[in-house]
Structures are given as C-alpha cells and as structure tokens.
Nanobody, 121 residues
Framework: QVQLVESGGGLVQAGGSLRLSCAASGSIPVINAMGWYRQAPGKQREFVALITSDSSTNYGDSVKGRFTISRDNAKNTVYLQMNSLKPEDTAVYYC???????????????WGQGTQVTVSS
C-alpha cells in the first residue's frame, strides 16, 4: 500500500507564500494523477489542484493564478506552490494520489493525513 506524507504547512501572513510537498512511499501504484484538496472547519473538502501523469494541470477557481502544482516523477513527489495567500486559504491541505496496482482495474484514490495551513490577516 502506498503512503502519502505531506509537509510544508504552517502559519503565514496574508500575501505570503508556502510550498507544500507530498511524497509517496511504500508500494507505489501506477500513478494516473496526484493532487491537492483542502478542508476548512465546517466546510466540505474542496478541490485545489491536480496534475496528471502527462503533466496536464487543473486548478480550482479560487486558486487559479496564485497556486502552482508540479511533480517530480523520479521522487514520486507532488508540490503545491502557494503565493498571494489569503485568510480564506486557511485549511487542512490533503494530498491525493489516483492510481492502480492492476491496470485492468479502475484507478482509486489514496489520501494523505493532511497538513495545516493558516493564513493570518
């Protein structure tokens, strides 16, 4: 089973930047995509960004132009560069890996434990 470990969260002032990392370890499946979601207190989990195996990217509307997702395939790691942070970006950020151990089967989602990002005003 793959393990996903996020890092890089913390406290930052509005307008600042943070870079999150998510490293996959253990038994790595065939990866279709890796991405980030976030969940603020009392809210549903929200899509942030995704990068596919062919490096196509997609972003949630609230982060477009401010966040950038990238990937190091050799390290099985995905990054989220977050710039121009706002207090409303405060949330627990979760890494997701979409993959399969059997290419005949539908890929499934694997999740990390999350890392807290707090943006002060």
């Amino acid at each position: 089973q793959v393990q996903l470990v996020e890092s890089g969260g913390g406290l930052v002032q509005a307008g600042g930047s943070l870079r999150l990392s998510c490293a996959a370890s253990g038994s790595i499946p065939v990866i279709n995509a890796m991405g980030w979601y976030r969940q603020a207190p009392g809210k549903q989990r929200e899509f942030v960004a995704l990068i596919t195996s062919d490096s196509s990217t997609n972003y949630g509307d609230s982060v477009k132009g401010r966040f950038t997702i990238s990937r190091d395939n050799a390290k099985n790691t995905v990054y989220l560069q977050m710039n121009s942070l706002k207090p409303e970006d405060t949330a627990v950020y979760y890494c997701k890996l979409v993959g399969t151990y059997d290419i005949r089967r539908v890929p499934i989602d694997y999740w990390g434990q999350g890392t807290q990002v707090t943006v002060s005003s």
